[in-house]
Structures are given as C-alpha cells and as structure tokens.
C-alpha cells in the first residue's frame, strides 16, 4: 500500500483552503488564460477535483481525514441556513407570475426527467444504472432543482458509494455548462427569441430599477457585532435543527422502522430539512437582515470548504469508468430544457425570465447571475432571487425525486 505524503488534517485543512483562495483569485483576474480555462473548468468544478487528485495521488490522506465529518455537520447547515434566510416573497411575487412559473415548470422537469431518463437508460442497457447507480445520480436532483449545498445534503441523505458520487458530479457539472453555453448564446438572439414568444418584456426593467434602488438603501459595512450574530443565527439553528433530529430519529426507528427505506431514520435528513424550514420562517422576520451584511458570503465560503472536502474523499478516476452515464444527463437536461421552454412558450415570458429561471436551477446563484448580467449588470440578482428559491425548493423536491428514481430501478 503506497503511503501517504500528509496525514495532518491542520495541514490539509490550510491546503484546501489554498485550492479555494487561489480558485477565487485566479478565477476573477482578466487575465485571458484565466478566462479561458474557468470558461472551461468552472471553479466549483476546480475545487472539487484538485483535492481529489491530491487524494488519488496520495498527497493526503482523504480516506481516514475527519474533515469532511466536521464540515457536513456543522457548515453544511449553517450553509443552507444563509441561504434560505434571504428569500425575499415579496421580491418574488414582483417578479411577476411569469418568472416563478417559468421557474417552477424547470424544477418540475427535473423532477420527471430524472426518473424518466434512469427508465428510458434502463431499457436501453440496464449494467449502466443496475445496483445503486441512482443514489448518486438522485442527488443531481438536488443540484439541478437547487445548487451544490442541496447536492451535498442529499449525498448525506442517500449515502452513495464515493465512486458513484463522482461520477455524478462529472455528470452534473459537464451537462449543466453545455445548457450554460447554450443559453448564453441566445442572450444574443433574445430579442428574436421574444418576437418568437411574442413576450412583453416591460416587465424586465421595472424589475432592474427596484432592485437598484434597494440595493443602494439595505447594503452596509458589517462590524464584529454583526459578524458575530451570522455566525450565532448560523450555528445556533444548526443545534436546535440536531438537537430535535437527535429525538425525532430515535421515535421514528422505535416506532415506524418501515420508513427507513425512504431515508426518514437518517438524522441528517431531519437537520437538513429542519434548518431549511427555520430558514424560510426567519425570513420573514428581523433576522433576515445578517443578508445586509453579507450572511450569503459566509455560506459560499462554508459551501466551498464542502466541496474540497468532499472531493479530497472521491476516488476521481472512477468518474471515468461509466461514460455511458452522460446519457442520462443529456437526456435529463432535454426533459427540464422542454419544460422550461413550454411554460415560457404559453406564457409568452421574456427569455430573460427564461434564462434565468432555468439557470436558477440547474446552474444555482452563480450561473443564474452571470446569465442575467449579460442582460444588464443590474439584474445580477433577479438570478440570485430565484436561485435563493431553488435552494429553498432544491432539498425536498430532490429528495423526492430521488424516492422516484430508486423506484424506477427497483
């Protein structure tokens, strides 16, 4: 057995978090290279699979590191928590019926694309999504509905093989920035794509002038005092979601031992469902306002620190060994594309909502802002709005999904 170069987990935490500064470093430079290879290899992606090679080169020792264990336990919640606490319904229904239903039609094309594409595969060559293909591919669900941090939260949920993780991350991340390209591309041709859809497109600049305008009246410069109390609302909800989950796992494997099947004994489904919820009710109270001081950033550092961890476990040649599993994504993305178009088709929505609502989605925050920024930079966060509403959405509707897949297969 080859030995391992770094055992010291201080160490190879202070490394990972190198991979993260430099990923975020490079990836905003001007810099032409840059440019071109994080077109390329997007920096979540990035951050996913140096760790991983680090691991299969034996650098460090991922298999027996217990950093992944601390980050899923405590920054996975708090993560999702940042997330979630920033929804703004009264922001959505601006938006206008036309977004949220453009939106929703794409998280409900996910949900029956995913068990529709293992089907149309399994009939087509069974040995490719035989076994517990599923689990890993059920946590795409979480991806495509919400973002990364729901991704994670249902590999804690289905508990897929590390080798069928990875592939699933191959499959998402290469699948979802082909729709990424493809979308992009008619940001150029949306004026002939809404003279197709005979959209009004007023809609889109009220929008942007509301969002400029509270934009400038709600930022400010955090103090201790209010780094402190992100941190507290963060953690402090993170115990009450386990403290509760420590006694509702114990009553449902006394009392209802048949619900194991649809993971309801697994104490991290009942945090993560738990602290989504607290989430959505402190939203509409004071406690929102730790977005004014910059919660969202804590959660895509505690997000990001879960990715290399989770990569640093991941055997990441072994998301090569079933190439013919990029069927199902393919065929997957053309079930939520359809859906995503139809809806936008009957509504006569601009393609701007179409864009970003399909990207709110499948690509999360990130690639929903970059879409709607190549509209206009101002509207940089309608994509944001809408994928704050995905993350809300993306745990549950995932899950779902994924008791759907495994169906399918069984």
């Given at each position: 057995?080859?030995?391992?170069?770094?055992?010291?987990?201080?160490v190879i935490f202070g490394i990972l978090l190198g991979i993260i500064y430099f990923t975020f470093y490079t990836s905003s430079l001007e810099n032409r290279f840059w440019k071109r290879f994080y077109t390329f290899f997007p920096s979540i992606l990035v951050c996913y699979f140096v760790p991983g090679l680090l691991n299969a080169f034996h650098i460090v020792d991922g298999e027996n590191s217990k950093l992944y264990d601390v980050a899923s336990k405590?920054?996975?919640?708090?993560?999702?928590?940042y997330f979630t606490i920033n929804i703004d319904f009264q922001a959505l229904k601006q938006l206008g019926g036309k977004a949220i239903i453009v939106f929703l039609a794409g998280a409900l094309g996910v949900m029956v694309g995913g068990p529709a594409s293992l089907w149309i595969v399994k009939i087509i060559s069974p040995e490719t999504v035989s076994g517990e293909t599923w689990r890993g591919l059920a946590t795409i669900a979480g991806s495509w509905i919400g973002g990364s941090a729901n991704q994670t939260a249902l590999r804690e949920v289905f508990n897929p093989a590390p080798e069928v993780f990875s592939q699933a991350i191959a499959i998402d991340v290469l699948?979802?920035?082909?729709?990424?390209?493809?979308?992009?591309?008619?940001?150029?041709?949306?004026?002939k794509i809404d003279k197709f859809f005979r959209a009004d497109t007023r809609a889109v600049d009220e929008v942007r002038q509301k969002i400029e305008k509270r934009a400038k009246e709600n930022a400010r410069n955090p103090n201790v005092e209010d780094l402190l109390k992100?941190?507290?609302?963060?953690?402090?909800?993170?115990?009450?979601?386990?403290?509760?989950?420590?006694?509702?796992v114990p009553f449902i494997e006394n009392n209802y031992p048949n619900l194991k099947k649809f993971s309801l004994s697994s104490s991290s489904f009942w945090v993560i469902s738990l602290v989504t919820i607290f989430g959505l009710i402190l939203s509409q109270t004071k406690a929102k306002q730790i977005e004014d001081v910059g919660a969202s950033k804590f959660g895509s550092i505690f997000l990001f620190i879960l990715i290399a961890t989770i990569g640093m476990k991941m055997d990441i040649f072994a998301a090569l060994e079933k190439p013919q599993l990029f069927l199902v994504g393919i065929i997957w993305?053309?079930?939520h594309a359809s859906f995503t178009l139809?809806?936008?088709?009957?509504?006569?929505?601009?393609?701007?909502?179409?864009?970003?609502?399909?990207?709110?989605?499948?690509?999360?925050?990130?690639?929903?802002?970059?879409?709607?920024?190549?509209?206009?930079?101002?509207?940089?966060?309608?994509?944001?709005?809408?994928?704050?509403?995905?993350?809300a959405l993306g745990t549950y509707c995932g899950y779902l999904t994924g008791l759907m897949m495994q169906w399918v297969i069984e």
């Open positions: 057995m080859q030995q391992t170069f770094i055992t010291n987990d201080a405590y920054l996975l919640p708090a993560c999702l928590l699948t979802a920035e082909l729709w990424l390209a493809l979308l992009l591309y008619g940001v150029g041709h949306a004026t992100i941190l507290f609302i963060g953690f402090g909800v993170t115990a009450i979601a386990n403290a509760c989950s420590d006694m509702i993305m053309l079930f139809v809806a936008a088709y009957l509504t006569k929505a601009p393609y701007f909502f179409t864009a970003v609502g399909s990207q709110a989605n499948v690509g999360g925050a990130a690639s929903a802002s970059v879409v709607a920024a190549a509209f206009h930079p101002s509207l940089a966060s309608v994509g944001v709005l809408l994928a704050i509403l995905g993350y």
